[in-house]
T-cell receptor
Framework: GQNIDQPTEMTATEGAIVQINCTYQ??????LFWYQQHAGEAPTFLSY??LDGLEEKGRFSSFLSRSKGYSYLLLKELQMKDSASYLC??????????WGAGTKLIIKP | TAGITQAPTSQILAAGRSMTLRCTQD?????MYWYRQDLGLGLRLIHY???????GKGEVPDGYSVSRANTDDFPLTLASAVPSQTSVYFC???????????FGPGTRLTVL
């Protein structure tokens, strides 16, 4: 079967750095996505990785290791507005997105 | 630009009744999707359409139907609602099947 695993919840302090991990087992791999979802709102696109390595976009970076079936999202200089759920999704061999349940990130002052 | 709009925002529906959730995008995207999101679970694909005139079944299609008469609209119909269809429904679109998906604001549906 196909499976995406992420921690259910994480807590971090404003101004700090947090790493949200995602491991996956899917039938084929055609890229990995990270989305942010604030409570009661739609998911919004953050990053996309298809090759191994680190993609940096401002305060957010995403890393991929295809051989390990592993990715992480790194958030630096945390702000209160970063409190949200972060969704990991893998595009499988049929080009369908398989979604993790999401990691709820709580930022404390 | 509006992007993707969904209607209604929320709805309470009696079991056994039918309902159509509306989704419209103005980005001229070819592909559109319907997902449901339930607490503790990842988004699950209900139906998709890679281009106008074609549709396909996702992971959880039972009890739902879709149509894609034109590029902009992708309605989702529940023929006879059941309480297990209580969920938040998101419509999404992408330029092509290989491109990033962008989501509408969602419809919160409660079936009693």
């Amino acid at each position: 079967g196909q499976n995406i695993d992420q921690p259910t919840e994480m807590t971090a302090t404003e101004g700090a750095i947090v790493q949200i991990n995602c491991t996956y087992q899917t039938s084929g791999f055609n890229g990995l996505f990270w989305y942010q979802q604030h409570a009661g709102e739609a998911p919004t696109f953050l990053s996309y990785n298809v090759l191994d390595g680190l993609e940096e976009k401002g305060r957010f970076s995403s890393f991929l290791s295809r051989s390990k079936g592993y990715s992480y999202l790194l958030l630096k200089e945390l702000q209160m507005k970063d409190s949200a759920s972060y969704l990991c999704a893998v595009r499988d061999s049929n080009y369908q997105l398989i979604w993790g349940a999401g990691t709820k990130l709580i930022i404390k002052p | 630009t509006a992007g993707i709009t969904q209607a209604p925002t929320s709805q309470i529906l009696a079991a056994g009744r039918s309902m159509t959730l509306r989704c419209t995008q103005d980005m001229r995207h070819n592909a559109m999707y319907w997902y449901r999101q339930d607490l503790g679970l990842g988004l699950r694909l209900i139906h998709y359409s890679n281009t106008a005139g074609t549709t396909g079944k996702g992971e959880v299609p039972d009890g739902y139907s879709v149509s894609r008469a034109n590029t902009d609209d992708f309605p989702l119909t529940l023929a006879s609602a059941v309480p297990s269809q209580t969920s938040v429904y998101f419509c999404a679109s992408s330029m092509g099947g290989e491109d990033t998906q962008y989501f509408g604001p969602g419809t919160r549906l409660t079936v009693l």
